[in-house]
């Protein structure tokens, strides 16, 4: 089966309700741990202002993406309102090195 990658952005609800999340925190752990376990999460991370989570899913298609992450208890609560991002390869690096019959590409990085 061909997966393919897609960034949810979680961003929170304000006002922020502490309250609320506290009282998820343990099972959307749970949740998120289930999804990594089971392979549809790859990766996840938290803005350094706690302003958003930022997850890395590997799946089918962007209908699995969206219910994987509405399962979780905090989006299910609306403290965390979701956005996706379906990821593809860059394929400029290919274009580049084949226009010019070149190992190397015809730019170089700024040092």
Wanted: net charge negative; no cysteine.
């Amino acid at each position: 089966m061909q997966t393919q990658k897609i960034l949810a952005v979680l961003r929170t609800v304000t006002p922020i309700d502490f309250q609320a999340i506290a009282t998820l925190e343990a099972p959307e752990a749970e949740r998120v741990w289930a999804l990594y376990e089971e392979g549809t999460l790859e990766e996840i991370y938290l803005a350094d202002d706690k302003s958003a989570a930022y997850i890395m899913l590997r799946v089918p298609s962007l209908n699995l993406a969206k219910s994987a992450i509405e399962s979780l208890p905090m989006v299910k609560a609306g403290t965390l309102v979701p956005s996706y991002v379906v990821m593809t390869a860059w394929p400029e690096m290919t274009r580049m090195l084949a226009e010019n019959n070149r190992d190397t590409p015809r730019w170089t990085p700024a040092r």
